[in-house]
């Protein structure tokens, strides 16, 4: 058996994250068993599915690095398949065709409500003679549920899970408008996409002993499912807004690497011993599903900031500095010519020392494109008093005789310099920082004032000492 997993999102919104972990555990574990990995499009829902969101989705799988196998399947262009079956099933006695009105069935409900049973539909057309139908009327087709016995569902995260066969009801997979319903449709699509297994949030458990029915009828075997549990906040709620990011596209935009934010979500339900930080290529070798937990993940993003700053200083700095010029671009009175993007180069590796996110790496260069004269923050600001301009004063001569102009010859310039003036390194450093960067924080100052350049230095110190 080749195993074949998919990944089937509905095009009505953004890629949240908690389906984002689940393609990436589709896509790990049809890897770990050399198998293949596909993706469905669900967008029958034509009001809700937009072009947008399908986009969002190809672009967030592809940041993410998972590539399906074959090319990804529209639901959308199955529907007379799904229709084919369902009338199969008619055919053979599985199912009906229900005539109810929506007024009868709201009737149902609430009779059943009054005698504190479960609010569903009552079998009324399951086995009346077809003659009785109004001519013309227009129906559903429901598909015949068992009416004794029980379900078991051997799921391969939660384990045995059964459920009483009454208390389902005639699941409806034709709708009157001849529309397949998402349950039929997808049973019918995994079952023509050899899909061995699948893997989907927990929260839809309760459709698989639905969607098992359907499988039964037609005589087609059950995949192996495993319900994977759902990822909260830091506070146990379902994650939302308050939360802070909650899709890829919030995370790639917040300064997250995709490398950092899979090896987050990988660990976010599933263990390998004390493994933290994982290629790729470790991932695929080692995941299975019998290291995911039952219980659901709580997202917690000062770990995840944490790893990603990891991440970060062992990234490739051509790759760090065309993220941040591109961060850069709509930035006021920030450059982002070949001069700048030399600048930012030339200093990310000190840069990316500190910095946890893309969107902190991309603030810390940002003084590497101002034009002098520009604003000083305040502490900057207490670094340019007279003492601090003096010293500036004897810097600007230091600086102008410095050969060659590179970091390690900077360094001893200053810290003669320092020593002639009975000074601390600091004493100097500062001042020149404030003067070069407008506060009191960067690399260290003898890359920063090689990544700016002599003829820039030079002017950043002289705008400082002529400021106020």
Same mark, same amino acid.
């Given at each position: 058996m080749t195993v074949r997993t998919r990944f089937a999102p509905s095009p009505t919104g953004l890629l949240h994250i908690g389906n984002a972990r689940a393609a990436l555990f589709n896509f790990l574990f049809a890897r770990h068993h050399g198998g293949e990995f596909l993706l469905r499009i669900e967008d029958t829902d034509k009001e809700r599915s937009t072009q947008q969101a399908v986009d969002v989705i190809f672009d967030g &799988? =592809?940041?993410? %690095?998972?590539?399906?196998d074959e090319t990804p399947v529209f639901q959308s262009t199955r529907q007379a398949r799904h229709t084919e079956v369902a009338q199969e099933l008619l055919a053979k006695g599985l199912a009906y065709r229900c005539y109810c009105t929506a007024e009868e069935l709201? =009737?149902?409900?609430?009779?059943?409500? =009054? !005698? !504190? &049973?479960p609010p569903r539909y009552n079998g009324y057309w399951r086995d009346r003679d077809p003659a009785e139908a109004p001519e013309g009327a227009p129906y559903a087709v429901r598909l015949k549920a068992p009416r004794d016995g029980e379900t078991v569902i051997h799921d391969l995260v939660q384990g045995d899970v059964t459920v009483a066969n009454t208390e389902m009801d005639d699941l409806i997979i034709l709708r009157s408008d001849g529309t397949p319903t998402y349950l039929h449709a997808v049973v019918v699509d995994d079952h023509d996409m050899a899909i061995t297994h699948v893997m989907r949030g927990d929260d839809h458990l309760t459709n698989t002993f639905r969607q098992a029915m359907i499988y039964r009828a037609m005589g087609w075997d059950l995949p192996h499912f495993a319900h994977l549990p759902l990822?909260? %906040?830091?506070? /146990? +709620?379902?994650?939302?807004?308050?939360?802070?990011?909650q899709s890829v596209v919030d995370f790639r935009d917040a300064g997250y690497l995709p490398e950092a934010l899979c090896n987050y979500l990988l660990r976010l339900g599933w263990g390998h011993g004390d493994a933290e930080i994982l290629s790729r290529d470790e991932q695929i070798r080692l995941f299975?599903?019998? /290291?995911? /937990?039952? #219980?659901? #993940?709580?997202m917690d993003y000062v770990k995840l900031?944490?790893? !990603?700053g990891v991440y970060m200083r062992e990234a490739d700095d051509v790759r760090l500095t065309d993220d941040v010029m591109k961060r850069l671009e709509n930035r006021a009175g920030v450059a982002t010519d070949d001069t700048v993007r030399q600048r930012v180069l030339t200093l990310m590796p000190g840069l990316k020392e500190r910095a946890k996110l893309l969107t902190e790496l991309a603030d810390s260069a940002a003084f590497l494109g101002r034009h002098v004269p520009f604003d000083y923050d305040a502490k900057a600001l207490k670094q340019l008093d007279n003492a601090g301009k003096a010293t500036l004063r004897g810097v600007a001569e230091a600086m102008a005789l410095v050969e060659p102009f590179e970091a390690s010859q900077i360094d001893s310039a200053l810290r003669a310099f320092a020593e002639e003036h009975a000074l601390k390194l600091g004493q100097v450093?500062?001042? &020149?920082? +404030? +003067? &070069?960067?407008?506060?009191?924080?960067s690399p260290g100052i003898d890359l920063t004032i090689q990544a700016l350049g002599r003829d820039e230095a030079l002017a950043r110190i002289g705008a400082a000492i002529a400021h106020g």
């Open positions: &799988l =592809a940041w993410m %690095g998972i590539t399906p709201a =009737a149902m409900r609430e009779e059943a409500k =009054a !005698n !504190n &049973l990822i909260h %906040g830091p506070d /146990g +709620a379902k994650l939302s807004k308050r939360h802070g990011a299975d599903l019998d /290291g995911v /937990g039952r #219980s659901p #993940s709580r900031a944490h790893l !990603n450093a500062q001042p &020149l920082r +404030a +003067a &070069l960067t407008g506060s009191t924080v």
